[in-house]
């Protein structure tokens, strides 16, 4: 498998699916990433885009457009969904992020991705599709024990109230062993009545 690696085509990339916020709310969210990022010295809070990942995969470049074509089926029937989100939480012990307590809407479109989609985002038995039944929107992650503790000593008590329109999802695209995400596909939500067995055609 390193082998086809190489070949032109067969290039490895990880991916993510995620739902963006408007331009607005993401800039109040770096602002709190930067922020935390230098109060509790963590660079990856600085850097990482402030987006809910629905899910993160490995693929060849060769299966692609099988994948964008499934991801645009799948938007098409989906509805725009207000997003909700308020306060923070954390993971134990080295996660905290911003709740959402809108979390329905995102996890119905995880079940379908992972139901329709989850054979073409399988690499191998190593290299799984992730979907995130948790959805929450990530200010710092990978953090050190007294970064975390901390941190959510001060988060814990702070507040934090955004919304938006979630009308499309995103698909980011990056070499293994690269830092720098790019688009490599916007799928929008356009509740249009599909039958699901057309989306056979589409594999």
Known sequence: MKNMTAMPGYKLNEYLLVLNPHEDLRNKIMEIKTLFSESYQ???????????????????????????????????????????????????????????????????LVKKIRTETQRLMKFDDDNKPHFIMEPHLTIASKLLPWQYEKGWLEYSHRHFTGRFIADAMLLLKRPVGEKKYEIAGRFEFENLPINTSQGELFL
């Open 42 to 108: 963590t660079s990856n809070a600085a850097y990482g885009k402030p987006f809910i990942t629905l899910a993160t995969f490995k693929q060849l470049e060769i299966v692609e457009e099988r994948i964008k074509n499934k991801f645009h089926f799948i938007a098409m029937g989906h509805k725009p969904a207000k997003i909700e989100l308020k306060d923070y939480g954390s993971f134990p012990a080295h996660t905290i992020y911003i709740n959402i307590t809108s979390k329905v809407p995102i996890q119905t």
